[in-house]
């Protein structure tokens, strides 16, 4: 039973045979050789053998193209990108920046200024006065939503509010990033006071979604979050974006796109449900068995383990709770439930049970682990569509009828 629960989240191995290729391309061998030889499937000798093997990312790309080989039940849409770059093995890099360096040595706002426009540099983010106070007029009745809900709602004040909405320059889109950043983490309800002298986005959230105290080494944890969530290549709120931006729909637009495919518990909410198993282990992490064998019991998939590309380990989670234990804010519970894991040879642990400890960590308001991602993601959004304005209308993807033929 667990073998089908986790099957949608084995990762896809990143070679293929030359019969899978072959299979897959709906070609002849000697065809496929022939597109190696003409560079648009790299090929590499099998390690200790005499026969090649073949990228799937390529394979996968020329499928798409030729729309051969496709698959009822198991769309893929491939897309050509410079930003983010997912190996099944365990990296993610943006734009060629190894994130387990960048989350060493740069900020949230560092980051997304590589992705929008490849250059290393730290602009402040700052939230444009008449919107945030719009925002916030409109916010002032709705206490019982979560923040990314408050978002969704506020969204369309702010993009009225730009009368040059419309602009999708890239330099124009990044300082609409900024400052779109900025006012929706602003217009969110302070539950504690700012850091003095500290106008990054990670200490300006940080009041806003616990009333914890911060210090240097908690706005460092979650700062860290934000540069390890910017981007994941085409997860489906991305691919959301995508096929909003291809449409030139603004920025705002572009980022609802994003925030409603956010919504679903598969996606932005993983986290939360991490952090529930958290919370059945016990504070002491006493009752972590009893909390993953509920799960077992219910032939359920464990909330915060597995992944979709990554074959052993998400390479998100060894520095998140790195920060984590250089606060010496690691939840006891964390440590349990991985033992418990790993115990049973069940899979790795994911970013959304790392998120879901800081979540647990530092108490966390209720949807608050999502706000995290979300507001880390709007940066890898809109570099997807700052990569997407430069086309139009390219998704045009066709069904595979299976219904009833007309009479």
């Not at 730009?162 to 320059?169: A, E, I, M, N």
């Not at 052993?312 to 606060?327: K, Q």
């Amino acid at each position: 039973m667990l073998d089908a629960v986790y099957a949608p989240l084995v990762a896809r191995p990143q070679w293929m045979t030359s019969e899978e290729a072959s299979r897959r391309l709906g070609v002849k061998p000697e065809t496929l050789y022939a597109y190696v030889s003409r560079g648009l499937i790299r090929s590499e000798r099998v390690p200790g053998q005499r026969r090649s093997r073949f990228l799937a990312a390529d394979v996968e790309r020329h499928a798409a193209r030729s729309r051969a080989g496709g698959r009822a039940g198991g769309l893929e849409v491939v897309v050509e990108t410079q930003l983010t770059l997912l190996e099944p093995e365990g990296r993610l890099s943006y734009r060629g920046w190894d994130v387990t360096e960048a989350v060493g040595s740069a900020t949230f706002e560092t980051v997304a200024a590589w992705l929008w426009s490849g250059e290393r540099e730290r602009v402040d983010f700052e939230a444009a006065g008449p919107a945030l106070a719009a925002a916030r007029r409109v916010l002032a009745g709705t206490s019982g939503l979560a923040p990314v809900d408050r978002w969704r709602t506020v969204l369309p004040v702010l993009r009225a509010s730009d009368p040059l909405r419309g602009d999708r320059r890239p330099a124009a889109v990044q300082a609409t990033g900024r400052a779109l950043v900025a006012t929706l983490v602003e217009c969110l309800p302070l539950l504690g006071h700012e850091p003095a002298h500290d106008r990054s986005i990670a200490a300006r959230l940080w009041p806003r979604i616990t009333a914890a105290p911060p210090s240097r080494r908690r706005i460092a944890v979650l700062d860290a979050a934000l540069v390890l969530l910017a981007d994941h290549e085409m997860a489906a709120s991305t691919l959301a974006v995508r096929v909003a931006a291809s449409t030139w729909a603004d920025p705002y637009l572009v980022v609802q796109a994003g925030l409603s495919a956010l919504g679903g518990p598969l996606h932005g909410g993983a986290s939360e449900a991490a952090r529930a198993l958290l919370r059945e282990a016990g504070p002491d992490g006493s009752t972590a068995a009893e909390a993953v064998g509920r799960r077992l019991e219910r032939g359920e998939r464990i909330a915060g383990f597995g992944h979709r590309v990554y074959e052993h380990r998400d390479p998100r989670v060894a520095p998140l709770l790195a920060r984590l234990d250089e606060a010496g804010d690691t939840p006891p519970a964390t440590r349990a439930v991985l033992d418990v894991v790993a115990s049973r040879g069940l899979p790795f642990p994911n970013v959304d049970l790392a998120l879901a400890s800081v979540g647990e960590a530092y108490d966390l308001i209720d949807g608050a682990t999502e706000s995290v991602f979300a507001t880390a993601r709007i940066a890898g959004w809109l570099a997807h569509a700052i990569e997407e304005y430069e086309h139009a209308l390219r998704f045009r993807t066709r069904a595979a009828y299976v219904g009833p033929r007309p009479d």
